[in-house]
């Protein structure tokens, strides 16, 4: 069966720190992957999608990238945290007709 | 995608049918109605979807009017685990971007 895993669960980062968030998906190939955010309050905003590695497609402006090194892989990151990342990151994946979450990891930036 | 209109927040006694509707007048002939939920602190879930015939499997059912331009998720038991936020999306089946709303925010009263 298909699972989707995603680390830290919590997060709680300085202003200014690097960020690196993995989300790993087994028991599928060549998964569509998926970043969201939802701050504090707020909706789900699609911040990533991948449908191949390499393939990366920015969905708003802002201070985070996203890498697709393997596969199953999907690598959030950021050079430099500002405080309005803070928000709870979920990674996704899509099957034919609709999409599997990850646990999601909170962060904080301080 | 079309737009989709939700009630903000509904109530629904526990053992009770909770019925919530969606309005999706500006729906094109190719997007499919999805219902996913958010439990507090999770990744979505997805619940259902369909196209225009009614759909049921063992979460929900779905009820799409003649016109398609609303929808109706009816949970048949409510129980208070159904506390949730639930999300109706209207997309065409290969778009692969989820575009979440405000949602509806569903409290199952003991």
């Known amino acids: 069966s298909q699972t989707i895993h995603q680390w830290p669960a919590t997060l709680v980062q300085p202003v200014g720190s690097p960020l690196s968030l993995e989300c790993t998906v087994e028991?599928?190939?060549?998964?569509?992957l998926y970043w969201y955010r939802q701050a504090a309050g707020r909706g789900l905003q699609l911040l990533f999608y991948s449908v191949g590695i390499g393939q990366i497609s920015s969905e708003v402006p802002q201070n985070l990238s996203a890498s697709r090194p393997q596969d199953r892989q999907f690598i959030l990151s950021s050079k430099k945290l500002l405080l309005s990342d803070s928000g709870f990151y979920l990674c996704a994946w899509s099957l034919e007709y609709g999409y599997t979450f990850g646990s999601g990891t909170r962060l904080t930036v301080v | 995608d079309a737009k989709t209109t939700q009630p903000t927040s509904m109530d629904c006694a526990e053992g009770r049918a909770a019925n919530l509707p969606c309005n999706h007048s500006t729906i094109s002939g190719n997007e499919y109605v999805y219902w996913y939920r958010q439990i507090h602190s999770q990744g979505p879930q997805y619940i259902i979807h369909g196209l225009k015939n009614n759909e049921t499997n063992e979460m929900a059912s779905l009820i799409i009017t003649e016109d398609r331009k609303s929808s109706t998720l009816i949970l048949p038991h409510a129980t208070l685990r159904d506390t949730a936020v639930y999300y109706c999306i209207v997309r065409p089946r290969g778009n692969e971007k989820l575009t979440f709303g405000t949602g509806t925010r569903l409290t199952i009263i003991p």
């Open positions: 028991g599928t190939s060549n998964p569509n």
